[in-house]
């Protein structure tokens, strides 16, 4: 296989990309398998179908994300597919909680309108400049990156929430996570709305201001 440059890996390439090709089966996979668990967690209300389903969808969404990697398959169809899979694993997947903990209804409801509207609208906004993914967006703008797609930044946007309605009694923490990550998406388009649409260039540094100055 051969070896391609940062540039080529993380800018649109010419040539159309593949459409069935692993990590893109992997993704399918697991969006069908964790809605079918997750449809039958909200059927027979079974908290093992429910943590089951999250597990197939998060597990299934690092490995797709690897094999895309791993394999040299990162195109822009693919982080697009990614992107609208999670929203539809994360809608069944939360109802069973929701079942089960309805005193969480104000948390769940506030993390939903963030992740499904705002943050597809923010996470879609690598498109606009020539990207393979949001995992790059670092060659745009450093703290948009750090705040959103990060490692700690995906884990606070969506395991932490879980857990929080899962093991805490009170809604007030989870809550208040919710709209904390709701403000840092809403700032974040803000930002990246400011920014313009070409990408830096070869040796030209990306903006690294949280949020930049007017």
């Not at 398998?33 to 943590?51: F, H, M």
């Not at 597990?55 to 990614?82: C, M």
Request: glycine share 4%; proline share 9%; aromatic share 8%.
């Amino acid at each position: 296989m051969p070896r391609t440059t940062l540039q080529e890996r993380t800018t649109t390439t010419a040539a159309p990309p593949q459409i069935v090709q692993a990590a893109n089966i992997v993704t399918a996979v697991r969006t069908i398998g964790a809605v079918a668990v997750a449809i039958g967690a909200i059927i027979t209300r079974d908290p093992i179908l429910a943590v089951t389903a999250y597990l197939i969808y998060w597990v299934g969404d690092i490995l797709d994300g690897w094999t895309a990697r791993r394999l040299n398959q990162e195109t822009r169809f693919g982080a697009v597919f990614d992107i609208l899979a999670d929203r539809l694993c994360c809608v069944l997947c939360i109802i069973p909680l929701l079942q089960a903990r309805p005193q969480m209804v104000a948390p769940i409801a506030v993390f939903l309108l963030q992740f499904v509207v705002v943050d597809l609208v923010l996470s879609l906004s690598f498109l606009r400049f020539g990207l393979l993914s949001p995992n790059y967006f670092f060659h745009v703008h450093h703290g948009v990156f750090r705040w959103n797609w990060s490692p700690p930044a995906k884990a606070a946007n969506t395991s932490a929430l879980v857990l929080l309605v899962l093991f805490v009694p009170s809604p007030w923490p989870a809550l208040a996570l919710a709209l904390a990550v709701t403000v840092i998406k809403v700032v974040s388009l803000v930002v990246v709305r400011r920014l313009p649409s070409s990408p830096p260039q070869r040796g030209q540094a990306p903006e690294r201001g949280w949020p930049p100055s007017a």
